[in-house]
């Protein structure tokens, strides 16, 4: 039987370890490149989330400009309303006394 000496023994270890070393050197190689792509998704989906809250604030600096535009068109009615009736008030009044004066010529 030969002996084996601490050197022997040392190598191998070594030489297990080593193989080991390369093993978990190509696991950690993966795992490295499946955490990137991750992250590569992680940041694609916060510019969307930002795109979108983007378009949110847009969306409602709209909504309050057309609020505004639609308050606006019901105070431009309230006047047209108000001065058609008094335009009518006016015509009326002035029927009635064209009227009156039809009433007191035939009578």
């Not at 535009?69 to 006047?79: A, F, K, M, P």
């Amino acid at each position: 039987m030969a002996e084996i000496t601490v050197d022997d023994l040392a190598a191998m270890i070594a030489n297990q370890f080593s193989g080991q070393n390369e093993m978990l050197e190509r696991r950690f190689s993966g795992i490295d490149k499946r955490f990137d792509g991750v992250d590569e998704r992680f940041d694609g989906v916060e510019q969307k989330l930002i795109n979108l809250e983007q378009g949110q604030s847009v969306i409602q600096k709209d909504i309050k400009t057309l609020k505004q535009g639609q308050e606006d068109i019901s105070v431009r009615l309230d006047i047209v309303r108000y001065s058609d009736v008094s335009s009518m008030e006016k015509r009326v009044s002035v029927l009635e006394k064209d009227v009156k004066i039809l009433k007191t010529a035939r009578c």
